[in-house]
């Protein structure tokens, strides 16, 4: 889980876009809420990379 006042300061770096946090399985994400790109958080760290990132249709759900 992401501190809610670092998500209200971090913003998705390829559109500036708000990020919401988002479990998917067991996997955490932090979704752009404009460009609908899902970062990563690993051990409580996101990860805002745009290589890292992963388009909404390639989300793997179960």
Same mark, same amino acid.
């Given at each position: 889980?992401?501190?809610? +006042?670092? @998500?209200?300061?971090? /913003? $998705?770096? #390829? =559109?500036?876009? +708000? @990020?919401? *946090?988002?479990?998917?399985?067991?996997? +955490? *994400? @932090? %979704? $752009?809420?404009? =460009? %609908?790109? *899902? *970062?990563?958080? %690993? &051990?409580?760290?996101?990860? @805002?990379?745009?290589? &890292? /990132?992963? %388009?909404? &249709?390639? #989300?793997?759900?179960?």
């Amino acid at each position: 889980m992401i501190n809610q +006042d670092l @998500l209200s300061i971090l /913003a $998705c770096p #390829v =559109c500036k876009g +708000d @990020l919401e *946090y988002t479990k998917i399985n067991d996997n +955490d *994400y @932090l %979704k $752009c809420q404009t =460009c %609908k790109l *899902y *970062y990563p958080v %690993k &051990e409580e760290i996101p990860i @805002l990379l745009p290589e &890292e /990132a992963v %388009k909404e &249709e390639n #989300v793997k759900r179960d």
